[in-house]
């Protein structure tokens, strides 16, 4: 084994331990490594991942699904490539018969390996215009470096202590019998196989193999009957080019979450974006509809616009370039794709802030699909946003999903009560003078302290939009305490604690007012104007009314307020500190986002925090106060910052 050396970060005792492990047992699967670790004398201080161990340049992992060190395992071996003439007169060589030993390139060797793409002028110096043979990269020599080699003449890659070492083979043998009989294993379940993994499986299972020059690997998978195409073995007539063309769908499918058959469609779609966004509008007809515009049906399919609409708005591109796109579809495709290309356009006519044409562009998609799932939803946030839990909850109602969205609960506690001793033509309870079947019959007016829970709940709506998805997570793994454990950071995903700090410091109160303020009721666009200035505070509880509510201070202001708050119970300790936001409620004050006890170390630090005038109004404010309610300690080095 050679001592190759890749400093380790201070935080990689994990990696440091496992490759310990590794370097002195072999190979080892994950379960391996955990029980072995488990034996160890800071076990406890390794918190061993569930699925697989972080990436690090010492680190294999193999086909059969174990771990290896690279240095344990590629220690002393010889991989070797057979010269051309343009080779010999150029000094550059193709990476192809030596990438399983490139790992240990450091740079300090006498040679460079150079990424073509980077610096193509490194190998036009050298008088080579055709690239093909190089792929990626290449390894460029001294000038001259072989020019007492002659074509057909055999260099040897040796993994040394010093790193890889390329220098004329001395000695020669035909083959390494055990890659023929590896790779017919591999290509018995009908793909090809990687050439790659079949040499390290070939390195774990016998020691001694590559310690000595052999043929080149290409020669050897010839000598077997098979032939190799850009890593991969397959038999003679193997349709290499079809294959890495339906690998490349099936990992686009897979990465972006759609069925196999949906990516044409898909990709013809986001190409079509991509031309309107980058200006490249011409001509758009023979490229995106002339026998090709039925591929466009697979986005008539909910999930698939779904999932593929996420994705677009996840980038960098201009919204109305996708709203034209959905619009220009709807033109050019089958009409079973309206309702989608409708919902589509307004989506992103919603994220460009224009939420009334999004409205429509909704209305026009529940229209011509009465039941597409995305558009319902959609509207009926809308709907909520203007009072009309009626309808809101029957666009829900005709929604698969619709009963579990979380607003449909909310809409449930604001439908409209009967007054079962009026007829219908009875005059209106309500002194209107009216008919109670024109007036109020299917209705009913809540008072606003009643509604204000509501209020804060479709605020919490805006912040489900794809623009910040970013910021929930910072949040998340803050409040998760950064742990490495997924279920911590789901857990932390939904806690109410990151829409109120959302809601304050990440500004979505306010971006709420501005884009969707207007849908609301005057009386509750009011209470929101009253709820924009209001920031967040730590207040000691003075006074204790089971039953009815609290009396709180403000530790940074000082006030005293009466809050309404019927579910606190006689467990709540006076002198308890809260950190909250308190707003007003009609004649009255409520706590409707997340109160957080916190200790006195805590509120010193909040309350610091809190008076940096508006400072850092922004998702780092946000994380920082998530930090300090999470943990303090976690929080210093950025408050420090």
Not at 273 to 298: C, M, N, Q, T, Y
Not at 475 to 502: H, I, K, Q, T
Request: charged share 25%; with cysteine; glycine share 8%.
């Amino acid at each position: 084994m050679t001592d190759f050396d890749y400093d380790l970060a201070a935080d990689d005792a994990l990696i440091a331990a496992v490759l310990t492990l590794l370097r002195e047992h072999g190979p080892l699967t994950l379960d391996e490594i955990g029980e072995r670790l488990a034996s160890g004398h800071d076990a406890e201080d390794l918190d061993l991942p569930v699925d697989e161990l972080p990436e690090h340049p010492m680190l294999a992992y193999l086909s059969d699904g174990r771990y290896a060190a690279f240095d344990a395992l590629l220690g002393g071996r010889i991989l070797t490539h057979r010269l051309t003439e343009a080779e010999v007169a150029s000094a550059v060589l193709p990476i192809d018969e030596i990438y399983p030993l490139l790992v240990f390139v450091t740079g300090d060797e006498g040679y460079d390996l150079v990424e073509i793409e980077h610096e193509p002028e490194r190998l036009d110096d050298r008088g080579i215009t055709d690239l093909a043979p190089f792929g990626h990269e290449a390894l460029v020599f001294p000038r001259g470096a072989f020019a007492e080699l002659s074509a057909g003449d055999l260099v040897a890659a040796t993994v040394s202590e010093t790193g890889l070492t390329i220098a004329p083979a001395t000695t020669e043998v035909d083959v390494v019998p055990e890659l023929t009989a590896v790779l017919g294993e591999a290509l018995a379940s009908g793909d090809p196989a990687y050439l790659e993994a079949s040499v390290y499986a070939v390195m774990v299972e016998t020691p001694t193999s590559f310690t000595v020059p052999t043929l080149p690997l290409s020669e050897q998978v010839q000598a077997g009957g098979l032939e190799v195409s850009g890593g991969l073995v397959a038999p003679p007539g193997f349709d290499f080019a079809g294959y890495l063309a339906q690998s490349a769908v099936d990992s686009y499918a897979e990465q972006v979450g759609i069925p196999v058959e949906a990516v044409p469609g898909v990709v013809l779609f986001a190409s079509l974006v991509d031309a309107i966004d980058s200006g490249d509008d011409h001509d758009l007809e023979p490229r995106f509809s002339e026998g090709k515009s039925g591929l466009f049906a697979v986005l008539a399919d909910p999930d698939v616009a779904s999932t593929v609409l996420d994705e677009l708005l996840e980038q960098a591109i201009d919204p109305k370039a996708i709203e034209w796109a959905a619009l220009w579809m709807k033109d050019h495709g089958q009409r079973k794709v309206d309702a989608s290309a409708f919902w589509m356009a307004g989506k992103a006519a919603e994220t460009d802030a224009r939420v009334d044409e999004a409205a429509r562009h909704f209305e026009r998609s529940t229209d011509l699909d009465s039941e597409f799932d995305p558009a319902l939803e959609d509207l009926a946030r809308y709907v909520s946003d203007s009072g009309d839990a009626v309808r809101a909850l029957s666009l829900l109602g005709r929604s698969r999903g619709g009963p579990d969205h979380p607003l449909y609960s909310v809409l449930e506690a604001f439908q409209p009560v009967e007054r079962p001793d009026l007829g219908r033509n009875d005059r209106c309870w309500c002194g209107s003078g009216r008919k109670y079947k024109a007036c109020h019959l299917g209705k009913v007016e809540y008072p606003l302290a009643d509604r204000a829970p509501w209020l804060y709940f479709k605020a919490c709506m805006q912040m489900t939009q794809v623009s910040w998805r970013d910021h929930r997570f910072a949040l998340a793994e803050a409040r998760s305490g950064y742990s490495d454990n997924d279920d911590d950071l789901f857990e932390a995903l939904s806690d109410p604690l990151l829409d109120d700090v959302m809601l304050g410091e990440g500004g979505g109160l306010a971006e709420f007012a501005q884009v969707r303020g207007h849908l609301l009721p005057d009386d509750e666009r009011e209470l929101l104007a009253q709820w924009l200035p209001v920031e967040r505070s730590v207040h000691e509880v003075e006074a204790v009314r089971a039953g009815e509510g609290l009396t709180l201070r403000d530790l940074r202001s000082g006030e005293r307020r009466n809050l309404t708050a019927p579910e606190v119970g006689e467990d709540v300790p006076v002198g308890m500190l809260l950190c909250a936001r308190v707003v007003p409620v009609a004649d009255t004050w409520r706590i409707l986002g997340s109160a957080t006890p916190v200790t006195q170390e805590q509120c010193d630090a909040i309350l610091g925090l809190v008076d940096d005038d508006g400072e850092r109004a922004d998702e780092y404010a946000g994380v920082v106060i998530v930090e300090l309610l999470t943990d303090p300690s976690l929080s210093s080095q950025a408050t420090d910052g």
